[in-house]
Nanobody, 130 residues
Framework: QVQLVESGGGLVQAGGSLRLSCAASGRTFSSYAMGWFRQAPGKEREFVAAFRWGDRITYYADSVKGRFNIFRDNAKNTAYLQMNSLKPEDTAVYYC???????????????????????WGQGTQVTVSS
């Protein structure tokens, strides 16, 4: 079992920044992937960014590349999503997720779709005003 708790959402003006945190506890180990997803009202959940605990590889959606940065504090088992130059279209509930099944460990991050993430946090609201 893995527990994920997000924090850091809020209301910010366009052009501003927010940092989201995702604290992982329970069965943690170095080879699984961590991802951030978001879901806006009336839209499907979409991928934002991901990394794998055991290496330095990261992967971003084109819509956030250059503005968002995913990083981690291994000692705290915490993943972060630094969001800069926020736009109103970034408004959504943001979720962190973990893909712990062994079949995903050898997969490229871009190949791990939402259905392969087996643990999810409760979500945190990010609202960007224009």
């Amino acid at each position: 079992q893995v527990q994920l708790v997000e924090s850091g959402g809020g209301l910010v003006q366009a052009g501003g920044s927010l940092r989201l945190s995702c604290a992982a506890s329970g069965r943690t180990f170095s080879s699984y992937a961590m991802g951030w997803f978001r879901q806006a009202p009336g839209k499907e959940r979409e991928f934002v960014a991901a990394f794998r605990w055991g290496d330095r590889i990261t992967y971003y959606a084109d819509s956030v590349k250059g503005r968002f940065n995913i990083f981690r504090d291994n000692a705290k088992n915490t993943a972060y999503l630094q969001m800069n130059s926020l736009k109103p279209e970034d408004t959504a509930v943001y979720y962190c997720a973990a893909a712990t099944d062994r079949t995903t460990q050898a997969m490229a991050l871009r190949a791990i779709g939402p259905s392969l993430y087996d643990y999810w946090g409760q979500g945190t609201q990010v609202t960007v005003s224009s």
